[in-house]
């Protein structure tokens, strides 16, 4: 194998030039001369070669202090001495500093490309090794992202096909937890006729504190997701301890009908994915939401109207709520459209994962049953 980039470095030309000209660059090799130590530390840091031939005696600096000075600076690049005057110190010395060979000149041209392509083995090898390092750390972050999306779309089908907006609201408060490894989950709605956010569904929480999150009107993470239409990752005082907590909005037709929200232990943490994946979530349940409050409706024969006789039990009317048959249709369609949405990023990031297993698995050898 060529191409990789060599440092030659000697203070006479000659051997230089011939080293560089009729010997490394026939081969396919890249060169770069250095006449002196300083010349050659300079172009090791701003080439970085993969291998460093240096003489031993050169005005400046000497080979040995240059290696000295590249292993100070953490530079491991292979080097191979050359020098007219070898002794057992230098040599000696010479590998305690890595060097991968050491050459008394006049040296065979043989016994210099039998060296050359020894150190050069071993940089392949090292470089093989972090690009499978690399290309299975990649492959393992795709394969899980593809996980996630497809339990999320499996999730959003899920919600989708529940017609109970209560039912609909626990099962989305537990795929929460599920997804983020969270130990409470809750999630408000907005009262349109109060204006209110109100606690629908609530899993992993005590009855107290449930209790009190009810009387007190909403959870103040809760309504900071009202006000701003973001996500909120903040932490919430639970008598001498911190809890993490995470909480995105719910919404429809650019209006934020709800908040989810998840709590966990303090030594636990959300992080990016876990917004990310709770936001996919969020979308999700607040068309099924629409959709299952708008199903409920035609079926109770409500169908939302705007005015009700004196007497008759009150049929709460939440943003983006319709009141015909095509519109529930319209919002099954919204929901499986988005489901269908992160199928298409699953299938992509599998593709990708698929690609990286490509490169990372080792080509059959001879004999090898594919």
């Known amino acids: 194998m060529s191409g990789e980039k060599i440092l030659v470095a000697d203070d006479r030309r000659e051997n230089l030039v011939f080293l560089a000209d009729s010997v490394l660059r026939p081969e396919g090799y890249q060169v770069v001369t250095a006449m002196d130590g300083r010349e050659a530390l300079s172009q090791a840091r701003a080439e970085k070669p993969d291998l460093d031939i240096t003489d031993l005696k050169m005005p400046r600096m000497?080979?040995?202090?240059?290696?000295?000075?590249?292993r100070k600076a953490g530079n491991n690049v292979p080097v191979i001495?050359?020098?007219?005057?070898?002794?057992?110190?230098?040599?000696?010395?010479?590998?305690?500093?890595?060097a991968r060979d050491y050459l008394v000149k006049p040296y065979?041209?043989?016994?210099?490309?039998?060296?050359?392509?020894?150190?050069?083995?071993?940089?392949?090898?090292?470089?093989?090794?972090?690009?499978?390092?690399?290309?299975?750390?990649?492959?393992?972050h795709l394969e899980g992202r593809v996980r996630q999306l497809n339990s999320l779309c499996g999730i959003g089908k899920a919600l989708n096909a529940i017609h109970d907006p209560d039912a609909m609201m626990r099962v989305a408060v537990d795929a929460a937890i599920y997804l983020t490894g969270a130990d409470r989950g809750q999630l408000f709605v907005?009262?349109?006729?109060?204006?209110?956010?109100?606690?629908?569904?609530?899993?992993?929480?005590?009855?107290?504190?449930a209790k009190s999150v009810r009387q007190a009107g909403a959870d103040p993470i809760a309504a900071r997701v009202t006000q701003t239409g973001q996500a909120v990752l903040a932490e919430r005082s639970d008598?001498?301890?911190?809890?993490?907590?995470?909480?995105?909005?719910?919404?429809?037709?650019?209006q934020v009908v709800g908040v989810l929200g998840i709590d966990a232990k303090p030594a636990h943490s959300f992080d990016e994915n876990d917004s990310y994946q709770l936001s996919i979530l969020a979308n999700f349940a607040a068309v099924a939401l629409s959709n299952?409050?708008?199903?409920?409706?035609?079926?109770?024969g409500a169908a939302v109207p705007s005015e009700q006789p004196a007497g008759a039990p009150e049929v709460t009317s939440f943003p983006g709520m319709a009141n015909s048959v095509a519109d529930a249709q319209r919002l099954s369609g919204e929901l499986r459209s988005l489901a269908d949405a992160v199928q298409v990023l699953a299938d992509k990031l599998q593709s990708q994962a698929n690609s990286a297993q490509g490169q990372t698995d080792p080509a059959p050898g001879p004999g090898t049953s594919l």
């Open 108 to 140: 065979d041209l043989e016994d210099m490309l039998e060296s050359v392509e020894r150190a050069l083995i071993e940089v392949r090898l090292r470089r093989e090794t972090n690009d499978l390092k690399e290309g299975a750390e990649v492959r393992r």
């Open 239 to 254: 008598g001498q301890e911190k809890i993490p907590c995470l909480a995105v909005p719910l919404r429809t037709e650019q």
């Open 190 to 209: 907005s009262n349109p006729g109060t204006n209110r956010l109100e606690l629908c569904a609530v899993r992993g929480s005590s009855e107290p504190r």
């Open 81 to 98: 001495l050359t020098t007219f005057y070898g002794s057992e110190q230098t040599a000696i010395q010479a590998f305690r500093l890595g």
């Open 292 to 300: 299952a409050q708008l199903i409920t409706a035609l079926q109770e």
């Open 62 to 70: 000497s080979g040995l202090e240059m290696m000295t000075a590249l």
